[in-house]
């Protein structure tokens, strides 16, 4: 079985644009998660979708957004980026939300510039 | 707020040297613990899951306990591609994934 994809798999934008990420789950997975993860803060919670709609978020601002599609592929995006917004973006799958465990996929790397 | 601790946050080992590496949490509803695996610019890799205090798993050389306040990653005869950041998370009651920052294990052959 394929495991989670995202693209593009390297980014680099400049201050001010807006970006956006794409993941595709595990084939039967419903549930997906999204994550930040830099080396002062480690992995955190950005949001979690099942069923097309956001079932929880994590502390960041408005400017992060996410969706999911009725194929359970989500995408998330990120308005007026900031240099801070540099890291590795993963996305996890799992099958049902909740205590499921959740498969990673390898991640987009985004610098902004 | 719930917070996940992992120690220590760095550790080499010379080959074949067993050691533990530990994750605690706050005692607030745990409702399920995740070991995961990650290399240098990859995603986590998973490796265990736990859900009740005295539950163990094992794999190879690794091997997950887990108690009511923390849990024990315990690698045995480690070999160097064991070297990696290993990462404990927390699935608490407001059902976010907490993850503590991890141990960056290396492994000397």
Known sequence: ?113 | EDQVTQSPEALRLQEGESSSLNCSYTVSGLRGLFWYRQDPGKGPEFLFTLYSAGEEKEKERLKATLTKKESFLHITAPKPEDSATYLCAVFFGNEKLTFGTGTRLTIIP
């Open chain 1, 1 to 113: 079985k394929a495991g989670v994809t995202q693209t593009p798999r390297y980014l680099i934008k400049t201050r001010g644009q807006q970006v956006t990420l794409s993941c595709s789950p595990i084939s039967g997975h419903r549930s997906v998660s999204w994550y930040q993860q830099t080396p002062g803060q480690g992995l955190q919670f950005l949001f979690e979708y099942f069923s097309e709609t956001q079932r929880n978020k994590g502390n960041f601002p408005g400017r992060f957004s996410g969706r999911q599609f009725s194929n359970s592929r989500s995408e998330m995006n990120v308005s007026t980026l900031e240099l801070g917004d540099s890291a590795l973006y993963l996305c996890a799958s799992s099958t049902n939300p909740g205590t499921d465990t959740q498969y990673f996929g390898p991640g987009t790397r985004l610098t902004v510039l």
